[in-house]
C-alpha cells in the first residue's frame, strides 16, 4: 500500500520556523515530482512549492517566495519544505503530493486529480 507521510508541523510564533518533510512507504519518491499544498479554514487548497524529480528545478506561489524552500534529498527519499518568517496567514494544514512526469518538469498547482499520491497532512499554526 502507497503512503505519503507528512511530519514537522506544530504550533510556531509569527516570524518563526518550521521544516516539514514528506517520505513514503511503498513507492521510491525520488521517482516522482513533489508539490506542497496547504489548505486553511474557509479557503481553497492551493499549491506553495513544487520540486522537479531531479531536484533541480522549483516553484513557489507568490505568497511564499523568498521565505519558504523546497529541496529533496532522493539518497533518503525525502522531502522538505524549510519555512522561515512565518506569517499567521500561514496556518493550514500542509499536504505533499506525488506527480508523475519527466525527470526536470514541476508540477502544475492545478489539475490535483492529476497527482498520483497524496498523505494525509500535517498542521501548521502560526499564532502569538
Known amino acids: 500500500q502507497v503512503q505519503l507521510v507528512e511530519s514537522g508541523g506544530g504550533l510556531v510564533q509569527p516570524g518563526g520556523s518550521l521544516r516539514l518533510s514528506c517520505t513514503a512507504s511503498?513507492?521510491?519518491?525520488?521517482?516522482?515530482?513533489v508539490t506542497w499544498f496547504r489548505h486553511a479554514p474557509g479557503k481553497e487548497r492551493e499549491g506553495v512549492s513544487s520540486?522537479?524529480?531531479?531536484?533541480?528545478?522549483?516553484k513557489y506561489a507568490d505568497s511564499v517566495k523568498g521565505r519558504f524552500t523546497i529541496s529533496r534529498d532522493n539518497a533518503k527519499a525525502t522531502v522538505h519544505l524549510q519555512m522561515n518568517d512565518l506569517k499567521p496567514e500561514d496556518t493550514a494544514i500542509y499536504y505533499c503530493?506525488?506527480?508523475?512526469?519527466?525527470?526536470?518538469?514541476?508540477?502544475?498547482?492545478?489539475?490535483?486529480?492529476?497527482?498520483?499520491?497524496w498523505g494525509q497532512g500535517t498542521q501548521v499554526t502560526v499564532s502569538s
Open positions: 503530493a506525488a506527480y508523475s512526469t519527466l525527470p526536470t518538469m514541476t508540477p502544475p498547482f492545478t489539475n490535483e486529480g492529476r497527482y498520483d499520491f
Open positions: 511503498g513507492l521510491n519518491l525520488a521517482d516522482y515530482a
Open positions: 520540486i522537479s524529480m531531479t531536484g533541480t528545478n522549483t
